[in-house]
């Protein structure tokens, strides 16, 4: 028996040393040694399979789903160079990976490199012109990029490097704005806690060059992706939300992030429900929270989303978001594990459909989806930081593959679209005149005319900030201290014609 029983002991040991050297060798061993299978597959993970792909993901008729490529550790983040190389993020190996476009057009990346690496948990990446930057977990910096080579020029610069990243939620998400400006967002510390730090839970805003810190929005426990809306030019972005309130709250959210807004963490979650810890005797707090635009199901974990708006697609998918969800870890039932598309009602809400699907199937995962990018000729791109892969889901019809379509880094194009309303239509007269009536009816003019009221807000030039569809949605969602109106979706249409032609 003793001797049965040191044998055990002998055999948990030699087990344990050879897990520890497997990680070594893939992970932290000097490159020459290293051995390349993904870590995943030692930790559950596993490693994309082309024919277990063809038959367990699905997407709408028309799309088709392919590897473009497999073994990118970590694969995270995504952003498309001018040329059609992809970038992806590999935070856990501290590294930028830049993908070769697909000249040959077999359908997968023509080559794997590391662009840059020693970064420290380096996860958002963004263009500014020749400029790729890049967002680490206690900062951002950049670095000249050639676009035509695929080559960096230079030194890497850290622009700022005391974001706090003690705690949870590490990854930070950069993007470069229409206005030029840095948005950095920067999730909490905790589960859920009042956080001791105000950079925590917020996304933050920058000049190009780092300076200028201002805190833009608050009260987002982790917005992971974001983009700007093509429709009424305003950031959207996810949300995740809190642990440990069972199976199904709080949801996920989907919020339209404004400047100076609040969005609830950790005193409410989606609709300004009271979180059941921090919520009482907040009550204030609550109240001047901004609701989310839509409520994903609880523990989805929506990661990186992105607009669609190439011409090659079909009308019904452009300006139309791709949202990651990771999938739940924790959630009774698995939930999640695809990339959905979020589609726009005229009167502001949110319709949410699978896209990409069969991730998760009676519990038995092949991937978890982290980002979604928008690629050359329409295609989209989702990486997967469980199986190690970059998917390519592409519509078939009218391709020519190895025809690269430049993507535009310079942000020139105006993304707001401006409403073309004209009086002289029937019926844009009629919605003028029953928005003027309306606007008289209700107690409008009480906080907006300053002829009744010294402190008044007076409404301004609104066409050249909002179009008809925005207009809509702020009167469905005021933002506070304006108080919100019960009005049907004609009402909003009415009224919100009758604000652009007459402010
Ligand atoms: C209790 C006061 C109050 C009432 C009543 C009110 N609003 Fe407002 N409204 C505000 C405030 C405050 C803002 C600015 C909010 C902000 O900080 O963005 C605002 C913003 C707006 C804006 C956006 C202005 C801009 O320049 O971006 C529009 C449009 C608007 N209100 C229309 C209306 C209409 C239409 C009604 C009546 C149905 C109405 N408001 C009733 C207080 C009010």
Request: negative net charge; hydrophobic residues 35%; glycine residues 8%.
């Amino acid at each position: 028996m003793k001797f049965l029983r040191r044998f055990f002991y002998l055999l948990i040991g030699l087990s344990v040393l050879l897990a520890l050297l497997l990680v070594w060798a893939t992970q932290f061993a000097p490159a020459r040694f290293r051995v390349n299978i993904p870590i995943q597959s030692i930790f559950g993970g596993i490693e994309a399979d082309e024919q277990q792909l063809k038959q367990r993901l699905s997407a709408p008729p028309g799309f088709s789903v392919s590897l473009y490529a497999g073994g990118i550790t970590n694969a995270r983040v995504l952003r498309f160079t001018e040329a059609g190389d992809l970038l992806v993020s590999t935070p856990r190996n501290g590294e930028i990976i830049l993908l070769e476009r697909d000249t040959d057009g077999d359908g997968q990346a023509d080559a794997t490199r590391v662009l840059i690496d020693g970064l420290n948990r380096p996860h958002g990446i963004d263009f500014y012109g020749d400029w790729l930057y890049i967002a680490e977990s206690n900062g951002f910096g950049r670095i000249r990029f050639d676009h035509q080579t695929g080559q960096t020029i230079g030194e890497y610069q850290p622009l700022v490097s005391d974001i706090p990243d003690n705690g949870n939620h590490w990854t930070r998400t950069i993007r470069i704005g229409p206005d030029h400006k840095i948005y950095l967002s920067v999730g909490s510390s905790c589960n859920v806690c009042e956080e001791p730090d105000p950079e925590r839970a917020t996304m933050l805003r920058y000049e190009l060059d780092g300076s200028g810190f201002e805190i833009f929005a608050s009260g987002l426990r982790n917005s992971v992706g974001f983009d700007w809306s093509p429709i009424d030019g305003h950031i959207y972005a996810t949300d995740n939300g809190r642990d440990l309130l069972g199976d199904d709250f709080p949801p996920d959210e989907l919020n339209r992030v404004e400047q100076g807004q609040f969005y609830g963490w950790p005193y409410a979650h989606g609709d300004r429900v009271a979180d059941p810890d921090f919520g009482p005797g907040n009550s204030d707090k609550i109240e001047r929270s901004t609701a989310p635009v839509h409520a994903f199901r609880a523990h989805n974990a929506p990661l990186g989303m992105e607009f669609l708006t190439s011409k090659h697609l079909p009308e019904q998918y452009q300006n139309i978001a791709l949202v990651a969800l990771h999938g739940s870890w924790n959630r009774t039932t698995k939930d999640g594990y695809k990339v959905v598309s979020l589609h726009w009602n005229s009167d502001g809400s949110v319709e949410e459909r699978g896209f990409v699907t069969g991730f998760e199937g009676s519990g038995h995962v092949i991937g978890r989806p982290a980002d979604v990018r928008q690629g050359p000729n329409g295609d989209i791109y989702i990486s997967d930081d469980f199986a190690n892969a970059i998917y390519r889901v592409s519509w078939n019809e009218n391709r020519n593959l190895k025809e690269i379509e430049p993507t535009n880094t310079q942000l020139q194009q105006p993304i707001f679209e401006k409403s073309q309303l004209n009086l002289a239509d029937p019926q844009v007269n009629t919605d003028y005149q029953a928005g003027k009536i309306l606007y008289q009816q209700n107690p409008c003019a009480e906080c907006h005319d300053s002829s009744s009221q010294a402190t008044a807000i007076p409404l301004k030039n609104l066409a050249n900030r909002y179009n008809l569809a925005a207009m809509q949605q702020l009167l469905k969602t005021p933002t506070p201290p304006m108080p919100s109106f019960e009005f049907t979706l004609d009402q909003r249409r009415q009224l919100a014609t009758y604000l652009l032609l007459e402010y």
